[in-house]
């Protein structure tokens, strides 16, 4: 297994830690998550395209340039700690695992050139009101129309919902339960009898959407109701991903709330002296360090193709979930009463870590996945 | 010479081991021509049994070793971190008398810092050295000095000046153990072991030539030695494992290892068995019950991303990059490791765990993680001390304003011990 970066991984990481700085601080946040779409497309589309942000994992053939996830954990990582305003999980990471575990060849060949190069955005939506993420939770309903089908039904938490080009939808044979009968579609963002709504997020750099299907055309991905091993894939590789994501966001965090204690002065001396902030700190990067390790070895477990997958992935995104808050946590604390103030950068990161610890399924969730993989 | 390479330092220690490992050798005189060849201890110097290799074919060298079935250098207690002090402060003589014996294994060392009034503040030792015509004359008393009753030689921490602050004033020594001023007693433990002692000197003598500092610099030594501590001496010291292969140094072997180890028996008990907890779960049938499982899986989070970072950690030192923080957590993460298991083996074992020794589930063994887990979070520098450690050295904040290392330290206010 994989354990460290490479020179080349290592200076990626550099250039695109710059990129990200010079455009999108906390003041371009802030603008950004106060608009409906939570994005700017041509600044996104310009940034995309420099630095092949989308193109990263996707295979040559595809036009992509070919690297593995971590490369993409990289880039997730930085997205992360600099909190980017941009729909790339939702294209880059959903609806993209989500077209490479269930399309077939042509498929791939027609979908993916689009999102490499930028031009498309794309989400997937496969949870519905319950908020519930696994496959039997999926009620809505493909039925078959004239070589297409028509969907029927709600989809909610869509990441990206109201603004994706194009969106990939996990749906049902009518009358099939559980695992039978799952397939993927995909719908153009646009389509006739697709109501979409945007929620109103806690988060505000994550956008969400409630979206109404009354008999929309879809397209069918792959082979019709076998979905259900590519989407346990695909939200295998999502878990994995978003862990990647959020120990970026972490470290933030952490080394922000490091910055601020040691310039902080009470009582006469800097609060960094004091041994119970020094403690709290040194608890921080071990919270931090720990997720970061099982989120670099998920993804490189990707790579390598582990066979305890299942377990690695719930394992990754819990021990990530529990870091992330409890580092928000204390971040917010160090920083006293000015860290509980709108002005202050340090609650962004708080409500990332809040809903990162939420989507796709908590720690207490995760942990439960983890044991049936490991213990039945 | 070319620079040597994995391929060819496998090459060189694979051919040395087919002309002359045989299994019927007597223990020493077989480490004898370890001493001689440097395949003993290849990263130490050529002139001091050693063939001056990078550190890191270590484990190469190790690898034909085991390939081949032929036994190696004593590597397991205090001796190797004797030997990495000698080999970095230590004078000729030191070098001359004392490493050949502690790779034979013909000597056994112990550690004499620790005192009953100084533990995580280890520079605060009130052991006193007092110089008597040309000879040292030890008084005090030391604690938790693994295996001292079986050593020959000692590393002593003493103090030595008291008008100076206080890493000012102290010295190293080499102590000969066997003399009548050094008594032992065992220590006996809250698990019921008694893997440490204490060490009383009543007018014990060290002579002149086995002053390994100067005074006053006593403490950069006891550094060095505790540096080696942490970092394994660089894989010399091991936790050994005897082999059931049959012949006579097997046999010597092992019976060197069976002493040695003795103190260290209790320690996987002490880290919390976390191999034990979902076989123990499936036979109590707890591995069902909601809560409890939940609780492994955070033990197993734990675990397996404690393992992942010393992972990480290694990757990056073999990278040749500089160390990152993920190198300085390991000794606090244990803590938590060990703290969750047994926790976790509370649950799974239920009233159970109210029991020792054969009245209790594996003959004792869960009971003795239960008692023996708090030790985790206090050996080898508390988890107190870690953070400490981890807040000044990795994140560079600033330390508490200090009180006592400025003034003399017979002016410094210190617990009251028996003398």
């Known amino acids: 297994m994989r354990f460290s970066f490479s020179a080349e991984q290592d200076e990626f990481r550099t250039s695109l830690r710059r990129a990200l700085e010079a455009r999108s601080p906390t003041k371009e946040v802030r603008r950004?998550?106060?608009?409906?779409?939570?994005?700017?497309?041509?600044?996104?589309?310009?940034?995309?395209?420099?630095?092949?942000?989308?193109?990263?994992?996707?295979?040559?053939?595809?036009?992509?340039?070919?690297?593995?996830?971590?490369?993409?954990?990289?880039?997730?990582?930085?997205?992360?700690?600099?909190?980017?305003?941009?729909?790339?999980?939702?294209?880059?990471?959903?609806?993209?695992?989500?077209?490479?575990?269930?399309?077939?060849?042509?498929?791939?060949?027609?979908?993916l050139p689009g999102i490499a190069s930028g031009e498309v955005t794309a989400t997937l939506a496969f949870s519905e009101d319950s908020g519930l993420n696994d496959?039997?939770?999926?009620?809505?309903?493909?039925?078959?129309?004239?070589?297409?089908?028509k969907l029927d039904g709600i989809k909610s938490f869509v990441l990206d919902g109201h603004t994706a080009d194009l969106?990939?939808?996990?749906?049902?044979?009518?009358?099939?339960?559980?695992?039978?009968?799952l397939s993927f579609f995909t719908v153009d963002g646009k389509a006739a009898g697709l109501e979409r709504r945007p929620l109103k997020t806690m988060d505000e750099t994550r956008k969400l959407a409630r979206l109404t299907f009354k008999g929309v055309a879809a397209r069918l991905l792959g082979a019709e109701g076998q979905a259900a091993p590519a989407f346990a894939r695909t939200m295998q590789q999502i878990v994995i991903c978003l862990a990647n994501e959020m120990v970026g966001g972490a470290e933030r965090l952490r080394e922000d709330a490091l910055a601020y204690v040691k310039m902080r002065m009470q009582f006469g001396r800097s609060i960094a002296s004091f041994q119970t902030t020094?403690?709290?700190?040194?608890?921080?990067?071990?919270?931090?360090?720990?997720?970061?390790?099982?989120?670099?070895?998920?993804?490189?477990?990707?790579?390598?193709?582990?066979?305890?997958?299942?377990?690695?992935?719930?394992?990754?995104?819990?021990?990530?979930?529990?870091?992330?808050?409890?580092?928000?946590?204390?971040?917010?604390?160090?920083?006293?009463?000015?860290?509980?103030?709108?002005?202050?950068?340090?609650?962004?990161?708080?409500?990332?870590?809040?809903?990162?610890?939420?989507?796709?399924?908590?720690?207490?969730?995760?942990?439960?996945?983890?044991?049936?993989?490991?213990?039945? | 010479m070319s620079e040597p390479t994995e391929d060819s330092v496998r090459a060189e220690v694979r051919a040395w081991l087919e002309a002359n490992w045989k299994p019927d050798y007597g223990l020493v005189e077989w480490r004898l021509k370890l001493c001689e060849s440097g395949w003993g201890a290849p990263h130490w110097p050529k002139q001091w049994y050693g063939r001056g290799l990078p550190v890191k074919f270590n484990s190469v060298v190790d690898e034909e070793f085991a390939r081949v079935g032929a036994v190696g250098v004593a590597k397991a207690g205090i001796r190797t971190l004797a030997a990495a002090t000698i080999l970095e402060h230590g004078t000729d003589l030191h070098k001359e008398k004392f490493l050949k014996r502690i790779l034979t294994g013909e000597d056994t060392w112990?550690?004499?810092?620790s005192e009953p009034g100084s533990g995580s503040d280890m520079a605060g030792a009130v052991t006193r050295a007092d110089k008597q015509g040309n000879k040292w004359v030890i008084n005090g008393q030391k604690v938790w000095t693994t295996s001292a009753h079986k050593a020959h030689w000692g590393l002593l921490l003493a103090r030595a000046n008291w008008d100076v602050p206080k890493h000012k004033g102290l010295a190293y020594f080499i102590l000969d153990m066997k003399q009548p001023g050094v008594q032992v007693h065992p220590l006996k433990q809250m698990n019921n072991h008694a893997s440490f002692n204490q060490v009383f000197f009543t007018d014990a003598i060290v002579e002149p030539e086995f002053l390994v500092s100067d005074v006053g610099d006593g403490w950069t030594v006891a550094t060095t030695t505790l540096m080696h501590e942490r970092r394994g001496a660089d894989g010399l010291r091991t936790w050994a494992q005897a082999?059931?292969?049959?012949?006579?140094?097997?046999?010597?072997?092992?019976?060197?290892?069976?002493?040695?180890?003795?103190?260290?028996?209790?320690?996987?008990?002490?880290?919390?068995?976390?191999?034990?907890?979902?076989?123990?779960?499936?036979?109590?049938?707890?591995?069902?019950?909601?809560?409890?499982?939940?609780?492994?899986?955070?033990?197993?989070?734990?675990?397996?991303?404690?393992?992942?970072?010393?992972?990480?950690?290694?990757?990056?030192?073999?990278?040749?990059?500089?160390?990152?923080?993920?190198?300085?957590?390991?000794?606090?993460?244990?803590?938590?490791?060990?703290?969750?298991?047994?926790?976790?083996?509370?649950?799974?074992?239920?009233?159970?765990a109210l029991l020792s020794g054969a009245d209790s589930p594996m003959a004792g063994v869960i009971a003795e993680i239960l008692i023996s887990v708090p030790a985790t979070s206090i050996a080898g520098g508390t988890d107190e001390i870690q953070r400490n450690i981890i807040s000044e050295r990795v994140l560079k904040m600033p330390k508490e304003p200090s009180v006592d290392t400025t003034k003399p330290f017979k002016d410094v206010p210190r617990n009251i011990t028996a003398s």
């Open chain 1, 32 to 111: 950004l998550m106060a608009t409906e779409n939570g994005f700017d497309r041509e600044g996104w589309q310009k940034l995309n395209q420099e630095m092949g942000l989308t193109a990263v994992h996707i295979p040559e053939a595809y036009g992509g340039s070919g690297f593995g996830f971590g490369e993409l954990g990289i880039v997730l990582e930085e997205m992360g700690r600099n909190l980017l305003c941009a729909p790339y999980f939702s294209t880059a990471v959903l609806a993209t695992t989500a077209i490479l575990n269930a399309s077939t060849e042509e498929q791939k060949k027609a979908l």
């Open chain 1, 278 to 376: 020094k403690n709290k700190a040194a608890d921080m990067l071990v919270d931090v360090e720990m997720a970061k390790s099982a989120a670099y070895y998920a993804a490189a477990a990707l790579d390598e193709g582990d066979d305890d997958l299942a377990a690695i992935a719930s394992l990754a995104k819990a021990t990530a979930a529990e870091a992330y808050l409890q580092t928000a946590i204390h971040a917010v604390q160090m920083h006293g009463g000015i860290g509980f103030t709108w002005d202050n950068d340090t609650h962004l990161w708080f409500k990332r870590a809040k809903s990162s610890e939420i989507l796709f399924g908590d720690a207490n969730y995760h942990r439960e996945l983890m044991m049936r993989a490991w213990a039945a």
């Open chain 2, 243 to 352: 082999t059931g292969r049959k012949g006579r140094i097997y046999d010597e072997e092992r019976a060197e290892i069976a002493t040695t180890m003795e103190p260290y028996k209790w320690y996987p008990q002490r880290a919390g068995r976390v191999d034990l907890v979902l076989p123990r779960a499936r036979e109590t049938g707890k591995i069902d019950d909601p809560v409890i499982r939940q609780e492994i899986a955070r033990l197993l989070c734990l675990s397996k991303a404690a393992e992942w970072t010393a992972r990480r950690a290694r990757a990056a030192q073999d990278q040749g990059k500089p160390q990152g923080p993920e190198g300085s957590l390991g000794k606090l993460v244990s803590s938590h490791v060990a703290r969750q298991a047994a926790r976790v083996h509370t649950y799974i074992t239920g009233s159970d």
């Open chain 1, 167 to 181: 969106i990939v939808v996990l749906a049902r044979k009518p009358g099939s339960t559980g695992e039978d009968g």
């Open chain 2, 110 to 113: 112990c550690q004499l810092f």
């Open chain 1, 135 to 149: 496959a039997a939770s999926v009620a809505m309903t493909a039925t078959p129309s004239g070589g297409t089908y």
